[in-house]
């Protein structure tokens, strides 16, 4: 419509049209007419050009300064420059040529940043959670940006205050993301190193107080950050098992939620409230605590520590395979958990972790807060933990591992679940699919934890991982755990490739004093987490002496030992489990799961045969689990704990 306007108006003009009309009149002495017609054409097309021109310049203009305030984030006002869409503001009474050109450009440059770190930052949530390779490069972007716009706000902060109005929360908010990159950084990576940066930047939130004024302004969504920064932090100081400061969180947290809760009335205070219940029943949850000489508890680390694992003898023919995925999966009903984490979960994650060397020395860098190093190999498993996952999910997280397994390793599957029974006798009675499973998780059919039956009787269950859904599977070294009250279905295994295949299995029933305790966690799990606590727990102790939990410490080094000098040597031991021995993880579950068989046979208040555990190939019991040496040793750690009297004596009179 302009173009045409511009036209009509210069077509049409008086002066223009003289002039039109003596260059036509004057040609057409010297050409035909024909020339001059085209003269006229040519002369309208002339104008359109000129006028598209015109009009795409300006438009262009425009939209270059458009896109300039964008990325700025200001638009002009009367005093200054106003941040759009936050609370900074360029304060004064200057105008924008009053603003010196490099201050301009710093506050231009980290607007960017700011904004391009936001962007990569959502798109986190879609990057696949499963595979290795698909996420890796979006990760590095994210945390060069981060990188750059944490140093940039270090080194231009006089600058950012007085011309960008930069809040303490706002620095605060900058180093929770890069807190929470760390956190995610390491659940794909499973290196410890980058739970200390994630607790390095959480930790300086707090010590630097960049959260404090948040309670003085009345926005609800800057507390709900500070309430989610306090959630995030505990759990990284659960992983490390910092539980000393893990309850000065709670407390405080639990008062910036009362606070919260009176100022503002807000639909998620019961959500709040259930937060503070589940990191409470979560801090609560070990059965036994370690008591120093003053009564004051004592943190013990469960991770797989340098010499905790009985070395292998000069000439032990074992396998070399390599544990490199582990798939751990928790479906427990009423079990304590915190932030889609149970305390099986959590058990089992740490029970496939080395216990970091350099953790005095990452959380000393809170004054720099610069990045670590990537560790040069992979210490840990590659681990995805699920909770209560969809069969559709946890078939498509076991393919993605299975696919991406390397060679000579060994990908293990850990199932905390529910167990799902058959509801009736089938046809092919005797089949990978006949004796049920355990639970996958589903929104139809589940009410109160207890499945619905609304099939045929004759049909299979379809929301339950069946023994034969693990078959494709075990084209590659398996190794799984299974910790339900069904956990005997996975005893009807059948190895069909030929490939090295164990299955540990749970009781299926506990006594009463022990089913009692199911809230907080399995027993059986608990003793391939740590063997001298379950060991504890089942005797019925509450706490132990530092000096004394050492000495059985220390005594349970000797049992581990004999127990894989036993596994070695025998002569009918299926080589399966040679074959997983030569890597330390799978080598000490073994070890303490020939522990926890040997002494739940000898404990009076498990009798039934349902109570002990089980394996699939079955263990040589003589040479094992029943072995004199490891009765004996039993017997001797009970006299330790002065509990001896809950186990048989050597004569073995049960038997």
Not at 491 to 514: A, H, I, W
Request: charged fraction near 20%; hydrophobic fraction near 40%.
């Amino acid at each position: 419509m302009c173009c045409l306007l511009v036209i009509v108006v210069f077509y049409f003009c008086p002066l223009v049209l003289f002039c039109r009309f003596m260059c036509v009149f004057s040609l057409s002495f010297f050409f035909p007419f024909w020339f001059c017609s085209f003269l006229e054409v040519f002369f309208v097309v002339f104008l359109v050009v000129l006028s598209v021109f015109l009009f795409s310049l300006s438009y262009y203009s425009f939209f270059v300064c458009t896109l300039v305030n964008e990325m700025c984030g200001y638009k002009a006002g009367v005093d200054g420059f106003v941040q759009v869409g936050s609370v900074g503001v360029m304060t004064g009474a200057e105008t924008e040529d009053d603003i010196p050109l490099g201050e301009r450009k710093t506050v231009t440059d980290f607007c960017y940043l700011l904004d391009k770190s936001k962007q990569l930052f959502n798109g986190l949530r879609d990057l696949p959670q499963y595979g290795h390779k698909q996420w890796q490069s979006y990760f590095g972007r994210t945390f060069d940006v981060y990188t750059k716009l944490w140093k940039f706000q270090q080194q231009h902060r006089q600058v950012l205050d007085s011309r960008y109005g930069l809040k303490r929360w706002q620095i605060g908010e900058v180093a929770s993301k890069i807190g929470q990159l760390y956190y995610h950084y390491y659940l794909r990576t499973s290196e410890t190193s980058y739970l200390n940066e994630a607790f390095s930047f959480y930790s300086a939130i707090r010590q630097r107080s960049y959260y404090f004024q948040v309670n003085k302004e009345d926005r609800p969504e800057l507390v709900v950050k500070k309430l989610r920064y306090y959630a995030r932090y505990i759990v990284v100081c659960l992983l490390l098992n910092k539980m000393d400061l893990v309850k000065v969180l709670v407390k405080e947290l639990s008062e910036e939620i009362e606070d919260y809760t009176q100022r503002f009335n807000t639909e998620d205070q019961l959500e709040w409230s259930l937060v503070l219940q589940e990191v409470a029943a979560f801090v609560e949850a070990d059965p036994v605590v370690v008591l120093n000489d003053n009564s004051s508890v004592f943190v013990t680390c469960n991770r797989l520590q340098d010499g905790g694992v009985p070395p292998l003898e000069q000439g032990m023919v074992v396998g070399q395979l390599v544990l490199a995925d582990a798939l751990i999966i928790g479906n427990c009903t009423n079990q304590v958990k915190f932030s889609e984490l149970t305390i099986d979960m959590f058990r089992m994650l740490q029970a496939l972790e080395r216990e970091p060397v350099n953790l005095a020395t990452q959380t000393s860098k809170q004054g720099t807060l610069e990045p670590a190093e990537k560790p040069s190999k992979r210490e840990n498993p590659h681990k995805y933990l699920l909770y209560k996952p969809t069969f559709s999910q946890l078939f498509t997280f076991l393919s993605a591992s299975f696919k991406e397994l390397p060679a000579n390793s060994v990908l293990l599957v850990y199932l905390s679940a529910t167990g799902v029974f058959p509801s009736g006798h089938s046809e092919y009675e005797g089949g990978a699919y006949d004796f049920g499973g355990v639970l996958t998780n589903t929104n139809r059919d589940v009410v109160n934890g207890e499945a619905v039956q609304k099939r045929n009787q004759a049909q299979k269950e379809m929301h339950c991982l069946h023994p034969g859904d693990l078959f494709p599977f075990t084209r590659k070294p398996l190794f799984v755990i299974v910790d339900s009250s069904n956990s005997a279905a996975y005893k009807n295994f059948t190895n069909m490739f030929g490939q090295p295949l164990v299955c540990l299995l749970s009781p299926t029933v506990y006594p009463k004093t022990v089913q009692d305790q199911c809230q907080q966690g399995s027993l059986f799990t608990l003793f391939l987490y740590c063997p001298l606590l379950a060991f504890s727990s089942v005797c019925g102790l509450s706490s132990v002496r530092k000096a004394l939990w050492e000495k059985a410490q220390e005594f349970l080094g000797k049992v581990y030992r004999d127990i894989g000098q036993m596994i070695a040597r025998s002569r009918t031991i299926d080589q399966a489990f040679l074959q997983f021995f030569g890597d330390e993880f799978l080598r000490l579950l073994l070890i303490r799961f020939v522990f926890c068989s040997a002494a739940l046979r000898l404990h009076k208040l498990f009798r039934e045969c349902r109570s002990f555990p089980e394996s699939y190939p079955e263990l040589p019991k003589q040479d094992t689990v029943e072995s004199g040496v490891i009765q004996k040793h039993v017997l001797e750690l009970a006299a330790m704990l002065d509990v001896q009297s809950l186990f048989w004596d050597d004569s073995l009179q049960a038997y």
